[in-house]
C-alpha cells in the first residue's frame, strides 16, 4: 500500500505545475492585507505585482460560506441527504486544509476509506469546494481506484465516493473530469450488479417464506430474514439512487446517453420501476421519460415490460411521481403498440379517475387523446365513466373556451355509435347545439357532425335542429362553421324530413349551386354540398327543383374538374344515382346531359366503390332507355371478353392475309359491335349483378 502510494504521489508531482498554499490562519477577523502581503513574501512563485489579486483570493475565502456540517440542513445539491450508517456517522466537520489527511485514509482499511470518503464528501456537497477538488489530481485518483477495487467490497463505500463523484456531475463544465475516471461506465456496473443481487436476494427470502414454521425458532429465523432484507434493500436503494442521478446528468450529451443504451440502460431502470421507494421511483422515471423522446430508446421500452410497471404507480399519493409516470406514458402513447398496451393493463379508468386531479388532468386528457385516436379502442371509451365525466367538463365551461385536448377527444369518441349515444343522453344535444350555435363553435359542431352520422336513437334527435342548422348556410357565415353545418345536415337521412320545405323556406338552391363552382370555396365545402345536394335527393321533389334550377350541369363540370378525386367522383356519382330513381329528373339527365356517358367511363374505375355505384346507376339507365342500355351492354361485354376479342381481331388479320384479293371474304372483319349480334354470343350472360348500394 505505501509503495503504490509513494508511485502515486510521484506521479502527480510530476504532472502538476502548481503550488498549493495552505492558509490555515484565515478567519473572520483576519487583516486580508498583511496576509497577502505575507503570502507574496513567502512565495517566490508569486511576483509583487499580483499582490491584488491574491488579496481578493484571501477575501473571497475568507467571506465563503462554511461547508454544511453532516445532518444539519438541506444538502446543496441532490440526491437528498444519504441515511447515514456505520462509519458514516462523524463527528468531525470537514476542512478543505486538510484534504491530505482524508486521502491518506483511503490507502487503510474499508473502515478508515468510508471515513475518509465521507469527509471528502462533506466538502464536495458544497459547490464552492469543487473547484479546488478538481485540481486536486491525487484526491480524485484514489477515490476512482478505491471505487474500482472495493466497490463489490463496500456497499457504504461505493455509495460515498459515486455522491462525490455525482456532485461534480451536477455541473456540466465537471462532466469532463468523471469521464477522465470511467465512472460512468462503473456505475453502469454498480447498477447491473445490483439489480441481480436484488434477484438473488428476493429467490432466497421466497424459499424461506415458502416452509411453513412448525416452531418458534423457524419463525423467528424467517423474521430475521426479512428484516435483514429490508437493511440490504435500504442500502442498496441508496447506492442505486446516486448511481443513476450520477448517469442521468452524464445522459445530457447523446454520445453518452448512445452508450448506455448499449449496455442496456433502458431494462435495467425498467427492473428498477419493480421497487417501492418513491425517491428512488421518482428518479428513474424520469431518466426514461429522458431516454423516451429517442425512437430508439422508445423501442427498447416497447421490448419490456415498460407500460406493465408504470401502471402500478397509478394511482399514487407521491405528486411528483404521479406526474412524471403520466408524462412519460404520454410519450409513449405516440406509439401505437403501446397504445394498445395501455388498453391491455387497464389504464383507461385508472386515467379517467384522474379527472378530479388538477394536477393531473390535463395530462390524463393528452394520453386519453390518443388512446382514442385508435378506432380500435374507441368502443372502450363506452365501459369506463370516462364519457360522462368528459359531457360534464364541456357544461362547467359554459362560454369560455374549452381546452383542445378536451373538445378534441369528444370529437375522436363520438365517432362511434354507443359513445354517441352517451353522450346524447339526458340533454346532451341539447347542451352541445346550444353552445355551438351560440358561440360559432367548429369545434363543438364537429362533436355534433360526428353523432349525426350514425343510425339509430340519436338521428331523430336532430329533427328539432334542422331550421337551426339550416339557417347558419349562408355566405356571410365563417366556411369552417358553415362546413360542419352543412355536414350534419348531410347526415339526416332521415324519410319523414320535408326537405323540400327546408330548401325552399331557408333559399338554400343558389347557395348550393353556387358552391359547385370549382374553385367558388375551399375543396371540403363544396364536397359536403354535393354530399348534401345527394341525401336531399332521396326526396322526389327535391331532385325535380334541383334538376329545374340547373345543377346538374354544373355536378358534371365539377366532375370534369375533379375526375382525379375518388371521393368527388363517388358522391357525384352517388348524386346520379339518387336522381335516376325519380322519372323527371330520370328523364333530365338521360335525354338533357351526358352523364351516362361519363358513368360508362367510370365503370372500370379502380375504386371499387366508385364502381359499384356506377354498375348500379347505369342498371337502372339501362332498365328505363333502350339505346343506352345497348350501349351500356356492348361496354360491358367488351370489357369482359377484352383478351377474347383481341384474340379474335388478331387471328382475322392474319387469315386475311391469305384472301388478300378475294373481294368475297368480307365475313373476316367483323368489329367487335357485330360480334354481339352473332347467334353464339349470349351477351345476355354477361349482364352485370345488381350490387346492393353502400350508404357513403
Not at 471505487?147 to 462525490?164: F, G, H, M, N, P
Not at 379502442?377 to 365551461?397: E, N, R, S, V, W
Not at 362546413?483 to 326537405?499: H, K, V
Request: aromatic letters at 8%.
Amino acid at each position: 500500500g505505501k509503495k503504490r502510494k509513494g508511485a502515486e504521489r510521484e506521479e502527480n508531482k510530476k504532472r502538476n505545475s502548481r503550488k498549493t498554499i495552505r492558509v490555515k490562519s484565515l478567519s473572520p477577523s483576519t487583516d486580508v492585507v498583511a496576509l497577502a502581503r505575507k503570502v507574496v513574501e513567502e512565495c517566490k512563485l508569486i511576483p509583487p505585482s499580483r499582490l491584488p489579486e491574491v488579496e481578493q483570493l484571501l477575501y473571497y475565502l475568507q467571506n465563503r460560506k462554511p461547508s454544511p456540517a453532516q445532518g444539519k440542513g438541506e444538502p446543496l445539491v441532490k440526491p437528498r441527504e444519504l441515511t447515514p450508517f456505520e462509519g458514516m456517522e462523524l463527528n468531525a466537520e470537514a476542512s478543505i486544509t486538510g484534504i491530505d489527511d482524508y486521502v491518506e485514509l483511503l490507502y487503510e482499511g474499508i473502515p478508515e476509506k468510508i471515513r475518509g470518503s465521507a469527509l471528502i464528501l462533506q466538502l464536495a456537497r458544497n459547490p464552492d469546494n469543487l473547484e479546488e477538488l478538481l485540481h486536486n489530481e491525487t484526491a480524485l485518483g484514489a477515490l476512482a481506484r478505491v471505487l474500482r477495487e472495493d466497490w463489490k467490497q463496500s456497499v457504504e463505500l461505493a455509495t460515498i465516493i459515486i455522491y462525490i463523484f455525482f456532485c461534480f456531475s451536477s455541473f456540466s463544465q465537471f462532466h469532463g473530469v468523471v469521464s477522465h475516471y470511467k465512472i460512468g461506465a462503473l456505475c453502469m456496473n454498480v447498477v447491473e450488479h445490483e439489480v441481480k443481487r436484488h434477484d438473488v436476494w428476493r429467490e432466497e427470502l421466497h424459499k424461506k417464506s415458502k416452509s411453513e414454521p412448525e416452531n418458534g425458532s423457524l419463525r423467528r429465523d424467517q423474521e430475521k430474514a426479512l428484516r435483514k432484507y429490508h437493511d440490504l434493500l435500504a442500502k442498496q436503494e441508496q447506492l442505486l439512487r446516486v448511481s443513476l442521478y450520477l448517469l442521468l446528468n452524464l445522459a445530457e450529451d447523446t454520445r453518452t446517453e448512445l452508450k448506455m443504451r448499449n449496455k442496456n440502460i433502458v431494462g435495467l431502470l425498467v427492473k428498477v420501476l419493480e421497487r417501492d421507494d418513491e425517491e428512488l421511483l421518482v428518479l428513474v422515471v424520469s431518466f426514461l421519460k429522458k431516454l423516451s423522446i429517442f425512437l430508439e430508446n422508445k423501442n427498447d421500452m416497447a421490448e419490456v415490460d415498460t407500460v406493465e410497471q408504470l401502471a402500478r404507480l397509478i394511482p399514487c399519493d407521491h405528486e411528483d411521481l404521479l406526474n412524471l409516470t403520466l408524462r412519460l406514458l404520454l410519450n409513449l402513447s405516440f406509439d401505437s403498440g403501446l397504445r394498445a398496451k395501455m388498453v391491455e393493463v387497464g389504464l383507461l379508468p385508472k386515467l379517467t379517475a384522474l379527472f378530479g386531479d388538477e394536477n393531473s388532468r390535463h395530462i390524463a386528457l393528452c394520453i386519453l387523446y390518443h388512446i382514442s385516436v385508435d378506432d380500435r379502442f374507441k368502443a372502450i371509451f363506452a365501459y369506463t365513466d370516462c364519457i360522462p365525466q368528459l359531457m360534464q367538463m364541456l357544461y362547467g365551461h359554459g362560454e369560455e373556451k374549452i381546452d383542445d385536448e378536451l373538445i378534441s377527444i369528444c370529437i375522436n369518441l363520438a365517432a362511434n355509435k354507443r359513445n354517441a349515444q352517451l353522450m346524447c343522453e339526458g340533454n346532451g344535444l341539447k347542451m352541445l347545439m346550444k353552445r355551438a350555435l351560440k358561440m360559432k363553435d367548429c369545434l363543438m359542431m364537429k362533436i355534433i357532425r360526428n353523432i349525426s352520422q350514425h343510425d339509430g336513437p340519436t338521428k331523430p334527435l336532430f329533427i328539432d335542429y334542422v331550421g337551426d342548422l339550416a339557417a347558419q348556410i349562408s355566405a356571410e357565415e365563417e366556411e369552417e362553421f358553415v362546413l360542419e353545418c352543412l355536414g350534419t345536415l348531410a347526415n339526416l337521412t332521415i324519410p319523414d324530413l320535408d326537405w323540400e320545405l327546408v330548401l325552399k323556406e331557408y333559399n338554400l338552391v343558389p347557395f348550393l349551386k353556387d358552391r359547385l363552382k370549382p374553385g367558388s370555396a375551399e375543396d371540403d365545402l363544396i364536397l359536403e354540398v354535393v354530399i348534401m345536394i345527394g341525401t336531399v335527393s332521396m326526396d322526389d321533389a327535391c331532385a325535380i327543383m334541383l334538376a329545374k334550377s340547373g345543377i346538374i350541369p354544373a355536378i358534371i363540370e365539377l366532375l370534369n374538374a375533379q375526375q382525379e378525386d375518388d371521393e368527388f367522383v363517388c358522391q357525384i356519382v352517388y348524386v346520379f344515382y339518387q336522381m335516376v330513381f325519380h322519372q323527371a329528373t330520370r328523364d333530365v339527365i338521360i335525354k338533357d346531359t351526358q352523364a351516362p356517358a361519363y358513368l360508362i367511363d367510370l365503370m372500370h374505375d379502380k375504386n371499387t366503390e366508385i364502381r359499384k355505384v356506377c354498375d348500379n346507376t347505369l342498371d337502372i339507365i339501362a332498365e328505363y332507355d333502350e339505346e343506352w342500355g345497348k350501349k351500356i351492354q356492348s361496354e360491358k361485354f367488351r370489357f369482359h371478353n377484352n383478351q377474347w376479342l383481341e384474340m379474335v381481331e388478331s387471328r382475322q388479320a392474319d387469315e386475311a392475309e391469305q384472301y388478300l384479293y378475294d373481294d368475297n371474304r368480307t365475313d373476316l372483319f367483323y368489329t367487335s359491335s357485330r360480334i354481339l349480334e352473332l347467334p353464339y354470343c349470349f351477351s345476355s350472360l354477361l349482364s352485370s349483378h345488381w350490387f346492393p348500394l353502400i350508404p357513403l
